[in-house]
């Protein structure tokens, strides 16, 4: 069966530090990736896709960047965090699978605060 | 911009009863449809995918699709506290990425 994994659980970061959460998917191969951030109270904001290595496409123009340079690994980086980027950081993947979406599925999320 | 909306609640109903989960959506060629239920600081978990007009049942829970009404329902039988939770909707064009609605949080009283 299919896991996915995203660490850390937590983290706390000073405004203007570096980030990089990792997230690795196992038991699948050629996943979809994406990663989300939920404010507190709110709904999913989608931030990046993947649909294969390399290939990463932005939904929010931020100081926030995503790579994959691994099949089933997609990492979220930031050179310098700003208040605003605090909240719930969401990993998920999806199989590619026929013409209709296939359900995504979410890991275990980091959260993220920033002092 | 399109959207799905979904009413915030709470939506508060006694233990046993059925819960009825509403959402809307306002692109009309979205032909995939998502019910995930996230508990307080927990991630989203799936509990159905709905394609087709019509009902789709798993166990207690049941999604409904009306495309021409561009409305998707999720009905929650015999509720029980453990359902209390918040209900995301989530629709797709075919190749397109999901669109959430913002999630309507359901408590079941004992």
């Known amino acids: 069966s299919q896991t996915i994994h995203q660490w850390p659980a937590t983290l706390v970061q000073p405004v203007g530090s570096p980030l990089s959460l990792e997230c690795t998917v196992e038991?699948?191969?050629?996943?979809?990736l994406y990663w989300y951030r939920q404010a507190a109270g709110r709904g999913l904001q989608l931030l990046f896709y993947?649909?294969?290595?390399?290939?990463i496409s932005s939904e929010v123009p931020q100081n926030l960047s995503a790579s994959r340079p691994q099949d089933r690994q997609f990492i979220l980086s930031s050179k310098k965090l700003l208040l605003s980027d605090s909240g719930f950081y969401l990993c998920?993947?999806?199989?590619?699978?026929?013409?209709?979406?296939?359900?995504?599925?979410f890991g275990d999320g980091t959260r993220l605060s920033i002092l | 911009q399109k959207e799905v909306e979904q009413n915030s609640g709470p939506l508060s109903v006694p233990e046993g009863a059925i819960a009825s989960l509403n959402c809307t959506y306002s692109d009309r060629v979205s032909q995939s449809f998502f019910w995930y239920r996230q508990y307080s600081g927990k991630s989203p978990e799936l509990i159905m995918s709905i394609y087709s007009n019509g009902d789709k049942e798993d166990g207690r829970f049941t999604a409904q699709l009306n495309k021409a009404s561009q409305y998707v329902s999720l009905l929650i039988r015999d509720s029980q506290p453990s359902d209390s939770a918040t209900y995301l909707c989530a629709a797709a064009k075919s190749g397109q990425n999901f669109v959430f609605g913002p999630g309507t949080r359901l408590s079941v009283l004992p």
């Open positions: 038991g699948t191969s050629n996943p979809n």
């Open positions: 998920a993947w999806s199989p590619k699978i026929g013409t209709f979406n296939q359900p995504q599925h």
């Open positions: 993947s649909v294969g290595i390399g290939q």
